[in-house]
């Protein structure tokens, strides 16, 4: 099973900072690792595909990068609603399986 | 509008069975594959099942795997989890999600807003 690991667990952010978030697979996943965004009692939503490819009607100011083992989210500069937890997904073997999630916090 | 709407949760005794459903609408249902996740309260996101559009696919993970089936109705546009021998460890609320292809093993582009099941005595 690929495990994949979040750093950090928690952020409090002050509103146009910029985010990093990093997520670590155990072994090598190419680039099918998938963002998602999850806010209070919603589901997750898509944020970003195969590790940088941008997602229709997301905003431009999260972006992914990374290959192999090693994967970033960014938000370059954070808005109020950007308060959610964040969670990183691999695809590219069974078990699919998810990040423990980073839950960001507005200051 | 392209939705999933699940439904079928609620309170069981442990040991019991549960049967979730999830409805699709605004999209063609038959040419995606399905997946069910679940999150427990407070925690993560955990992959339950998928299963490809024409059903001759079906995965799970080891822990759930004899436990839980996952099906499909293309005619009706939904998908379905049956659920047995459950534990208090399978409390959790339930989404349905819908993979952007008709094979399995991608991102999920599409959730529905979840169904609770609480496994308690």
């Known amino acids: 099973e690929i495990v994949l690991t979040q750093s950090p667990d928690f952020q409090s952010v002050t509103p146009k900072e910029k985010v990093t978030i990093t997520c670590r697979a155990s072994?090598?996943?190419?680039?099918?690792l998938h963002w998602y965004q999850q806010k209070p009692n919603q589901p997750p939503k898509l944020l970003i595909k195969y590790a940088s490819q941008s997602i229709s009607g997301v905003p431009s100011r999260f972006s992914g990068s990374g290959s192999g083992t090693d994967f970033t989210l960014t938000i370059s500069s954070l808005e109020a609603e950007d308060a959610a937890v964040y969670y990183c997904?691999?695809?590219?073997?069974?078990?699919?399986?998810f990040g423990g999630g980073t839950k960001v916090e507005i200051k | 509008e392209e939705q999933l709407v699940e439904s079928g949760g609620g309170l069981v005794k442990p040991g019991g069975s549960l049967r979730l459903s999830c409805a699709a609408s605004g999209f063609i249902f038959s040419s995606f594959s399905m997946n069910w996740v679940r999150q427990a309260p407070g925690k993560g996101l955990e992959w339950v099942s998928s299963i490809n559009s024409g059903s001759t696919s079906i995965y799970y993970p080891d822990s759930m795997r004899g436990r839980f089936t996952v099906s499909r109705d293309n005619a009706k546009n939904s998908l379905y989890l049956q659920m047995n021998s459950l534990t208090v460890d399978d409390t959790a609320m339930y989404y349905c999600?819908?993979?952007?292809?008709?094979?399995?093993?991608?991102?999920?582009?599409?959730w529905g807003q979840g169904v609770l099941v609480t496994v308690s005595s």
């Open positions: 999600a819908r993979d952007p292809t008709a094979g399995v093993a991608n991102y999920f582009d599409l």
């Open positions: 072994q090598s996943i190419g680039r099918s």
């Open positions: 997904h691999q695809t590219t073997s069974l078990p699919l399986t």
